[in-house]
């Protein structure tokens, strides 16, 4: 079956499960209609994903990802690591698409190879390609898949061998060398879902162990209010930067926190986090005329440093979701959606008390979508659902070009810039295409998504 007889089957099938369900307990007519926009809408982000990865193939096929402007492509390293085939792979066996899905799992079983003289980013390569292939393995059930995360998460074990356990920021793949002592709580501790995982489904707990031990370094090295800062040096383990806040370079340390509890049941996760959260609720929340923020401040005192949020702070509403604090979560959520409102799209940073971009440009993040399907899940709320079609509109509108999907460089001159991130496919469409979609997809009582929306499962 072609991919457009699939997509008239699947919108059949979509159609009669609605009816199905409409004949057994029939809703008020303003639900009927609901359900069914919310089909179609499932069906679009589908459509528009499908836009995207053609545009891929067309232009950019066997590389790392597209340049949707000037129709070329962009590899992260100078040899191709399959970044978008990768991050994508999920997605379309998500989407039921299922001959796109087999094409792209043969390509990369028979190209991508690890065994390259480069040196990588720890972080980057763990969240996208570690992630990406123990989530497809899950899903597709491949052992090969499986092998290539073995072999990766090897090359990747040099990084942690630095004094204090915390890893090198980058390593190369092929002679285990490692360089860049100054990172950030993010690179260090948003590995664990990935390596714990690797641990579970390989038998291999040198993977677990490591990431484990990076995360409780860095915990250890709060200070007395409970922060952590936004700089650390892996070799001294001192801090090079006392700003703490949820932005980049913090914002998925916090998450990992939770989520290792959520998917690995790892106490010390739960008390890590537990204990990070009292401190965030007591001394980034901040309370203002356009809501509930979460601001940065000094790590040591507590003193305000800035009134400043951005899109990758709105994974935070996500979390407090997932963490049961529905009211918190609820307000911030909105909070981020005036700004999504009253810009159009969400800038990269912007001061919230004045409404001010602080940091131009929108780079197709997913953040906002996320959290947003997370208090759908929770909640049921179409209103929800609601802020899912003007995020989808708003991408449609101003990001949509010939190949595929566009950053923006300007939010106030909707200027588009020749990028398109690996995960727009990952993240930010999938996210869409579940918000949207009739019925649940995934359990949240037995996976977890990692910080790159790869859904991983304790089926160990």
């Known amino acids: 079956m072609n991919q457009s007889s699939r997509h008239v089957v699947i919108g059949l099938l979509l159609a009669l499960l609605a009816s199905a369900r409409a004949a057994q307990s029939p809703p008020r007519n303003a639900d009927v209609s609901a359900r069914v926009q919310t089909s179609e809408a499932a069906l679009q982000v589908r459509d528009e994903f499908l836009h995207a990865w053609n545009g891929y ?18 590899d992260w390293y100078g040899v191709s690591l399959y970044m978008t085939p990768v991050d994508a792979l999920d997605t379309m066996i998500l989407m039921g698409l299922d001959d796109e899905a087999a ?58 061998r630095s004094p204090t356990g915390m890893p090198y920021m980058y390593v190369n793949l092929k002679t285990g060398a490692v360089r860049e002592t100054k990172s950030n709580p993010a ?52 801090w090079t930067d006392p700003e703490s806040h949820i932005s980049g370079g913090i914002d998925s340390y916090y998450e990992y926190l939770l989520k290792g509890w959520l998917l690995l049941h790892d106490e010390d996760c739960n008390r890590m986090w537990n204990s990070s959260l009292a401190a965030l609720n007591k001394y980034l ?34 979390e407090l979701a997932l963490a049961g604090d529905l009211g918190r979560a609820r307000r911030s959520e909105e909070s981020f959606y005036k700004v999504w409102t009253h810009f159009g799209v969400e800038p990269e940073e912007f001061n919230y008390s004045t409404m001010k971009i602080a940091y131009d440009g929108y780079e197709l993040r997913p953040e906002i979508i996320e959290s947003a399907y997370y208090l759908h899940q929770f909640t049921q709320d179409p209103h929800y659902v609601q802020m899912g079609r ?49 019925s649940p997809k995934l359990d949240l009582n037995q996976m977890v998504f990692n910080t790159e929306a790869h859904p991983i499962r304790r089926n160990w």
């Open 285 to 318: 929340a901040e309370e203002t005329t356009s809501g509930l923020w979460y601001g940065p401040v000094n790590m040591n005192t507590g003193e305000r440093t800035g009134h400043f949020s951005g899109a990758l702070d709105a994974f935070f509403p996500g």
């Open 187 to 238: 690179e260090i501790g948003t590995l664990l879902l990935e390596f714990g995982s690797l641990s579970k489904l390989t038998g291999k707990p040198i993977y677990y162990e490591k990431a484990k031990r990076a995360l409780v370094e860095l915990y250890n090295r709060r200070s007395p209010s409970g922060l952590v800062g936004s700089g650390i040096d892996v070799e001294t383990g001192k």
């Open 57 to 74: 193939k067309k232009y950019a096929w066997g590389h790392d990802e597209l340049r949707p402007l000037s129709k070329t492509y962009h």
């Open 103 to 160: 094409k792209t799992k043969d390509l990369i079983i028979k190209n991508l190879s690890f065994d390259q003289d480069i040196y990588v980013k720890n972080f980057e390569i763990t969240i996208r390609l570690l992630g990406g292939l123990l989530s497809s393995y899950q899903l597709s059930g491949d052992q090969r898949l499986l092998s290539l995360a073995d072999d990766l998460g090897t090359r990747l074990l040099p990084a942690f």
């Open 390 to 438: 003007s995020f989808f509109d708003s991408l449609i509108k101003y990001c949509r070009t010939e190949a595929g999907y566009a950053s923006l460089s300007s939010i106030e001159k909707k200027t588009q810039k020749d990028e398109m991130p690996s995960f727009f496919l990952a993240e930010t469409l999938k996210y869409l295409y579940l918000l949207f979609s009739p």
